[in-house]
């Protein structure tokens, strides 16, 4: 059985960091790309950062670029995004989700396969 679990979210003052994790179990990790989404209330699921395990290729949101830097690390099965200068506008539910390899580079959240249950990121103006 596949399992994402995110963790690391929490209410921060605009300007600080968090880092997200997400752990994966019960898949090829290095086979996969993982993506990190968020859905704000009343709005739409958006992608925001993703990775290619295999090749290391990231992928941004134009939203979040230069502040957000995602990475992963094999040996544990986890991706972290470390997300800095954060805004009241990042908050939002972040989830994480596992594709086909193939899908690095892309974040539409309809084209991946499994998904984590999310963490509130709240940040406070």
């Known amino acids: 059985e596949v399992q994402l679990q995110a963790s690391g979210g929490g209410l921060v003052q605009a300007g600080g960091s968090l880092r997200l994790s997400c752990t994966a179990s019960g898949l090829a990790f290095d086979d996969y790309a993982i993506g990190w989404f968020r859905q704000a209330p009343g709005k739409e699921r958006e992608g925001v950062s993703g990775?290619?395990?295999?090749?290391?290729?990231?992928y941004y949101s134009n939203s979040v670029k230069g502040r957000f830097t995602i990475s992963s690390d094999s040996a544990k099965n986890t991706v972290y995004l470390q997300m800095n200068s954060l805004k009241p506008e990042d908050t939002a539910v972040y989830s994480c989700?596992?594709?086909?390899?193939?899908?690095?580079?892309?974040?539409?959240?309809?084209?991946?396969?499994?998904w984590g249950q999310g963490t509130l990121v709240t940040v406070s103006s």
């Open positions: 990775i290619g395990i295999r090749n290391g290729d990231t």
């Open positions: 989700a596992a594709g086909g390899a193939d899908k690095a580079g892309n974040l539409d959240w309809w084209e991946y396969d499994y």
